[in-house]
C-alpha cells in the first residue's frame, strides 16, 4: 500500500519567477512535482522542464560518489574515492598552495546561480573562501551591467512591482523573452490585453515567441536600444507629453537631457542607427507616452554588448520624463531583488577577507586560467553551481586552460557536465529536493523556504556541507562554520540580531513562519519617507486572505493594490530623485547623461572586422534549456532537436544555404556547427543560435560560446556575449 504525502519547495534555477512547487512522494521517492496553487504569484503552474524535475533528480547519470581523475584532462575517466580521501587531498592540495610561494589568492573559486537559494548558492562557500584568503570572483556574466546602469538612474533595484503589470495599459517587453524566461509575470500581461485592452509591445531583434504573441514587434539592430530611448525622448519631449511637473520636482537634469535628445536623436538619425523606419520611432513615442498606465519590463539580453549598462541607464530614464511612476503599474521593472534586505553580511563575513585580495572577473575566466590578468597564477579552481566549459566565452581557451596539468581543478556537480570531465576531483551534489535553503527572487517579492524531500541519492552533499567538511580540514575557527543551514537562514532573516536591525521590507519573516505559512510577501516600503518612518507591519498586507493550510492565496475576483515606489520621488540615489544626469557616471570619466555608445562589434562601429564577419550573433536561451541547465534531460534535448542557427533567407540565399542545411558559424576566436533555419525570424545581417548546449551534445563538440567575447561592458564589468560578428558557411560533411 503506497504512502502518497506531500512536501512544499521553491524552485531553485536561475528564472526571476521562482516558482512555488509541492513535491508529491511515494514511500520515500519523488514521484511529481507541481505548482503550489496557493502562491500568489506563481499561481500552481511550472515551465516544462521544471514540471520534469522527478526524471532529472533519478536520471541515469546523476553523480553519486566522490571521483577522482586517472584519465587525461577532458577524458571525462575517474574512479571511485571515499569522501574522506577526497576531501583530504583537497584540503592538502589547498593548504600547500596557501603556504606556497604565490598564496592563497591562487586559489580560485569559481560559481554563478546553478541554484539561487541564499544558503547554496551565496552563504557560507563565501565566508569559507574568504577565511582561506583565495581571490574574489565578480561574478559578473548575467546581469552586472544592466544592474550597474539602473542603479545610476533609479539608486537601487527597485521597480514596478510584477502583481501590477495586471493593471497596466501599454506594456513594452524591451529585450525580453518574458513568455519563456518569466512566463508569470508574461500570464500578468495578458491578463491586462484581456480585462482591459492592454496593447503588448516587444523590442527585440529576434521574432521571439513572445515577440510573435505581442501585438506589435520592433526589431532594432542588436546593440541599438539607447539609440532609440533617445529617439522616444525627442519626440517625447518635441511633442509636449513630457511630465514637466515630474521632472521639475523628482528628477535631476531634465533640462540636459532635453537639449541633449532633441538636438542628437532626431528619429532620422535614430531609423539610420537602429533600422527602425521613422514612422515606427514616432508611433512607439507617442503611444508610451499617451496610453497610461504603461510599464517597462526591461531584461538583460540587451545589455549585453560594448554600452549595455548606458543603454539600461537611457532606458530606465523614460518613466521619469513621462511621469509614469506616479501610477503603481506604470514604470519600469528590472529586477525585484533590491526590494530584499536578507543579512548577507552575517552569513557571508566580508570582514573575513584580507586586505589587498584580488578580484577576477569571472567573464575574464579565459584570461585568468592563461595568466594574463593581475595577481598570481590561478593554481586551483573550485568549480560550483556553474558550468564554465559551456558557458565562458571565448570557450577554447577556457578549454585551453582546464587541460593544464598544473592546474588543480574540483567540480562540485550534480551531472557530468562538460566542466566535470576537466576536474582532478568531481565531488556529487544534491538537487533541490534533498538540501535546504532560503529564497528570495528577482521577479516577485515573497521569501520562500526550500525543505528537503528526500534523502540525498547515493552520496551526494550539498554546498554547505562540503565547505564545513573542508574547514575542519583546514582547521578553521568551528565557531565559523559549525553551523547548521537553518541558523544560516535565521541569520539571513535577522532573527539572531537586535530587532531595530531589521530592514522594514523584512520584519516579520521568520523561518518558523515560512515553514508554516509557506510564501511571505516583502512588507511594503513608502519610497518617499525614511525607512523608520515606515509602517513595520508583518505578511503581505490586507489584499490577501488566509486560507486553511495558512498558505497565501489572492481571491480571484479582488484586484489587487499596490504602492507606486516613486510617486512621489524618493529614489535612492545620492541626491534622492531621478538622476538623468548623473554625477557619479561622471565621477567614472563616462557621460553623465544619458547617451547611445554602439556595439564594438558591429557593421557600423567595425567596418573593417565586418567584412570578414558580415553577421551579428545573438545567443538567447532556448526555452529547453536554462542557461546550460537541464541539458542532461532526455526528453527536453531531444525537444530542443539539436543546434540551431536562425538567418534570414537573404542571407542564407547569399551563401548558398538551404534550410536544414548544417552550417559552420566561425570567427578568429572558434567556430560551432549547427542546423540552418531560414526564415523571417531575424532580419539581415542578425543571425540567433538558441543556447547553451553542452559541447559533448554538440556536433564538433564546441557550442555558440567558441566565438563569444570576454570583453567586458562599460559599466559593471559585465560580459557582451551579444557583441559578436560572425560568418556562416555550409558544412559538406562533419
Sequence with gaps: MSDLRTVRAVCPHDCPDACAMLVTLDDNRAVAVRGDREHPFTRGFLCHKVARYPERVYHRDR??????????????????????????????????????????????????????????????????????????????????????????????????????????????????NTAVTN?????????????HGAKIVTIDPYRSITAARSDWHLAPRPGTDAALALGMMHVIFRDGLADEAYLSDFCLGGDELRARVLSEYAPPRVAEITGLAIDDIERLAQQYATISPSAIRINYGMQRHAGGGMAVRTIACLP???????????????????????????????????????TVNMTQLAEALHGELPGPPVQALYVYNSNPAAIAPDQQRVLTGLRRDDLFTVVHEQFPTDTVDYA?????????????????????????????????????????????????????????FDVSDEQLARELLWET???????????????????????????PVNRSVSEGEHSSTPGIGGHVERSPSLMLRVPKDEPLHHDAPFANGGFATPSGKCELRCERLAQLG?????????????????????????????????????????????????????????????DATAR???????????????????????????????????????????????????????????????????????????????
Excluded at 562557500?125 to 538612474?153: E, K, N, V
Excluded at 500570464?187 to 480585462?195: I, N, Y
Excluded at 511612476?325 to 584580507?354: E, K, N, Y
Excluded at 551534489?429 to 535553503?437: K, P
Design 63 to 176: 553523480l553519486q560518489f566522490p571521483l577522482r581523475r586517472i584519465g587525461s584532462k577532458g577524458s571525462g575517466q575517474f574512479e571511485r574515492v571515499s569522501w574522506d580521501a577526497a576531501l583530504d587531498e583537497i584540503a592538502s592540495r589547498f593548504r600547500a598552495i596557501a603556504d606556497g610561494p604565490h598564496g592563497p589568492q591562487a586559489i580560485l573559486p569559481y560559481s554563478y546561480c546553478g541554484t539561487m537559494g541564499k544558503i547554496q548558492s551565496e552563504g557560507l562557500d563565501r565566508r569559507f573562501f574568504h577565511r582561506l584568503g583565495a581571490s574574489l570572483l565578480d561574478r559578473t556574466i548575467c546581469a552586472t551591467a544592466g544592474g550597474a546602469g539602473y542603479t545610476m538612474t533609479i539608486g537601487s533595484k527597485h521597480g514596478t512591482d510584477p502583481e501590477a503589470f495586471s493593471q497596466s495599459q501599454y506594456i513594452i517587453n524591451w529585450g525580453s
Design 183 to 195: 512566463m508569470h509575470l508574461w500570464v500578468r500581461m495578458v491578463e491586462a490585453r484581456k480585462r
Design 320 to 358: 521619469s520624463v513621462i511621469g509614469a511612476w506616479r501610477h503603481p503599474a506604470g514604470g519600469i521593472l528590472l529586477s525585484t531583488s533590491g526590494t530584499f534586505a536578507f543579512d548577507l553580511a552575517a552569513v557571508q563575513r566580508p570582514d573575513l577577507i584580507s586586505s589587498g585580495t584580488r
Design 424 to 480: 582532478d576531483i568531481v565531488l556529487p551534489a544534491t538537487t533541490q529536493l534533498e538540501h535546504f535553503d532560503l529564497h528570495g527572487s528577482y521577479g516577485h517579492q515573497f521569501v520562500q523556504v526550500n525543505v528537503p524531500a528526500i534523502a540525498p541519492l547515493g552520496e551526494a552533499r550539498c554546498n554547505t556541507d562540503v565547505f564545513r567538511g573542508l574547514a575542519r580540514r583546514l582547521d578553521f575557527e568551528p565557531e565559523l
Design 497 to 523: 540580531g537586535p530587532l531595530k536591525m531589521v530592514p522594514a521590507a523584512m520584519r516579520g519573516i521568520t523561518l518558523d513562519r515560512l515553514k508554516c505559512e509557506g510564501a511571505i510577501k516583502l512588507n
Design 590 to 650: 563616462l557621460d553623465p547623461l544619458p547617451t547611445f555608445i554602439p556595439p564594438a562589434e558591429s557593421p557600423a562601429s567595425a567596418p573593417e572586422l565586418a567584412k570578414r564577419f558580415p553577421l551579428q550573433l545573438l545567443s538567447p536561451p532556448s526555452p529547453h534549456f536554462l542557461n546550460s541547465t537541464f541539458v542532461e534531460v532526455d526528453s527536453l534535448r531531444r525537444s530542443a532537436v539539436e543546434p540551431q542557427l536562425e538567418i534570414s533567407v537573404a
Design 656 to 734: 548558398g544555404i538551404q534550410h536544414g542545411d548544417l552550417v559552420s558559424v566561425f570567427n578568429d576566436r572558434g567556430s560551432f556547427i549547427a542546423r540552418a533555419l531560414a526564415g523571417d525570424n531575424v532580419r539581415p545581417g542578425v543571425v540567433v543560435s538558441p543556447s547553451i548546449w553542452w559541447n559533448k551534445h554538440s556536433p564538433g563538440h564546441r557550442n555558440c560560446n567558441s566565438t563569444t567575447p570576454t570583453r567586458l561592458t562599460d559599466l559593471g564589468g559585465g560580459a557582451t556575449f551579444f557583441d559578436n560578428l560572425v560568418e556562416v558557411k555550409r558544412v559538406v560533411s562533419l
